[in-house]
């Protein structure tokens, strides 16, 4: 069984030692390093290039501001953020930095692993309780200007589907939306491409 590691950003001590706890119980999870501000995060992910990062929005130095430069410095680190902040704002922000989630806290620790397995595994995942606003915000698309599969596209991507499943469940296999980096806004990837005219709110940063 191939470990999965884990490192954890949140400025609350006795929340990160709590999480830090409950994860390192599950057999196949090791947690490589605790941070408490952006700063301590950026140099996580440089040092110990964890499979998962979990970051909170609000602490020092701003922790959707360090997502571009966490992703810079471990491509292959899945940033999950585990926050307090229900806000459309914070979540749309997040996944335009390159957040591969968004969990939001009060989730029990079986909930957890199962959002850290699923942005190991390639898909994205959203608590249930953001989706709806996920989609209401529609990444500051304007849904009137959007055609009905660019709309189907992303509330996929709300409920967590892997970009083969989102290309399965749309029968997009040999076409020109089919791809093995459908992206959302802050990633590359030809889905953006397509979308980017279509993006009606200001950019971030």
Request: charged share 20%.
């Given at each position: 069984m191939t470990a999965i590691t884990i490192a954890i950003a949140d400025d609350h001590p006795l929340f990160r030692e709590g999480v830090s706890r409950s994860l390192s119980e599950i057999d196949d999870f090791v947690?490589?390093?605790?941070?408490?501000?952006?700063?301590?995060?950026?140099?996580?992910?440089?040092?110990?290039?964890?499979?998962?990062?979990?970051?909170?929005?609000?602490?020092?130095?701003?922790?959707?501001?360090?997502?571009?430069?966490?992703?810079?410095?471990?491509?292959?680190?899945?940033?999950?953020?585990?926050?307090?902040?229900?806000?459309?704002?914070?979540?749309?922000?997040?996944?335009r930095r390159g957040a591969a989630g968004y969990v939001v806290k009060g989730v029990g620790s079986r909930g957890l692993a199962e959002a850290i397995r699923t942005v190991v595994g390639g898909s994205w995942f959203v608590s249930p309780s953001m989706r709806a606003r996920m989609v209401e915000k529609s990444l500051f698309v304007e849904r009137t200007s959007m055609t009905r599969r660019e709309t189907e596209v992303i509330e996929l991507v709300a409920e967590g589907l892997s970009n083969k499943h989102i290309a399965r469940r749309l029968d997009l296999q040999g076409k020109r939306w089919a791809s093995p980096t459908l992206t959302l806004p802050g990633l590359d990837g030809p889905l953006y491409s397509a979308l980017k005219g279509k993006l009606s709110g200001p950019p971030i940063g």
């Open positions: 947690v490589v390093g605790e941070g408490a501000s952006a700063d301590d995060a950026t140099t996580l992910a440089a040092s110990h290039r964890p499979d998962v990062l979990l970051l909170d929005v609000f602490m020092p130095g701003g922790g959707i501001d360090a997502i571009s430069e966490i992703v810079a410095r471990s491509p292959q680190t899945k940033v999950l953020m585990l926050t307090a902040s229900e806000e459309a704002e914070s979540l749309v922000a997040a996944l």
